[in-house]
């Protein structure tokens, strides 16, 4: 099977009201981690690279990465998305170099420029074969050159003109959500029984509104990692600092992919699994220095860590078809 775009992904998830997970991509343990898991749970896939990864890794070894993993996982629909594209430039580098969807990222412009610059992407992407995704409203937090200090929801009354005049196939917007493993400020939660965080609910009237508007278009929620504290826990046993890191939980996400959301975006949560238990295998085994030994457990964990969204969270498992 080829790369595919997200298009007939996103038309069944909608019908379907389950979510496809897009999951960030920087090396071959996290495509293997994710894919395999996809693979057996039999569950389309978004394995989306930002800028910041195609700095780190090279375009041209990632799309290398994800094409081994077409052919060693023939059996699910794979789509490979640029997440937060800056610019025309960046969007159409990736759209010529092999991308089946890009995002480009105008959520910081003014309405009208941020029109401007996603339908030129759309015009050049729908030429090629590959679709788009836009944004309306701003989320805080960081992610790889991603960083707002304030966010602001989406505008209900802005989506049908955006959508209208730009083209888009699929509209990230804000309701809540933030980059990064600290989500949430501590002043912005409470706690539970056991002094856990409790962050704020996510805008679902705000999603609702939305849906009204675009009644069976595909919305996009960037920054939902959930931060499992199990991984935020291991991290901080091992040597690391990672006070009150808290996500989205995932009953909220499980309750959005059953609306309109049909793409959720994870990567925050795959870093954590990773470092976590790389942390963990070198201070258990200090006389180790192979990297195969301490990426083997990382690889095993993403998979798992992937598998529990799949079939819990986004309702995608076995919805490849």
Do not use: W
């Not at 077409?70 to 800056?86: N, R, S, T, Y």
């Not at 960083?147 to 955006?162: I, K, M, N, Q």
Request: aromatic share 6%.
């Amino acid at each position: 099977m080829a790369l595919v775009t997200t298009k007939e992904m996103f038309k069944k998830a909608y019908d379907g009201g389950y979510a496809i997970g897009a999951f960030n991509v920087n090396n071959m343990e996290i495509v293997q981690g994710i894919t395999e898991a996809c693979q057996e749970e039999k569950a389309p896939v978004i394995l989306q690279v930002s800028k910041g990864a195609r700095a780190y890794a090279n375009h041209n070894y990632l799309v290398k990465l994800v094409e081994a993993a077409i052919l060693c996982c023939p059996d699910i629909p794979i789509a490979l998305h640029l997440d937060h594209g800056p610019d025309f430039e960046t969007c159409k580098s990736c759209i010529d170099g092999g991308f089946t969807s890009v995002m480009i990222d105008g959520s910081a412009l003014p309405f009208e420029e941020n029109i401007a610059v996603t339908k030129k992407v759309v015009e050049y992407a729908h030429e090629h074969g590959a679709v788009v995704e836009g944004e309306l409203g701003t989320l805080a937090g960081i992610e790889d050159e991603v960083s707002h200090a304030v966010g602001s929801y989406t505008r209900p009354e802005e989506v049908e003109e955006f959508v209208s005049k730009t083209g888009v196939d699929s509209l990230a917007i804000a309701i809540g959500t933030s980059h990064g493993a600290y989500k949430f400020k501590p002043e912005q939660c409470t706690r539970n029984a056991d002094g856990i965080l409790v962050p704020p609910p996510l805008r679902f009237d705000i999603l609702e509104d939305i849906s009204r508007r675009l009644p069976g278009f595909p919305i996009v929620l960037h920054g939902s990692s959930s931060v499992p504290q199990d991984y935020v826990a291991m991290v901080n046993a091992f040597g690391g600092a990672m006070p009150n890191a808290i996500g989205v939980p995932e009953d909220e996400l499980r309750h959005a992919a059953q609306l309109s959301v049909c793409k959720i975006n994870i990567d925050s949560d795959l870093r954590l699994a990773m470092t976590g238990t790389i942390r963990k295998f070198m201070a258990e085994h200090p006389d180790k220095f192979d990297p195969r030994e301490y990426l083997k457990p990382a690889r095993a964990n993403i998979k798992e860590l992937v598998r529990h969204k799949l079939r819990n969270v986004l309702g995608c498992a076995g919805k490849a078809e």
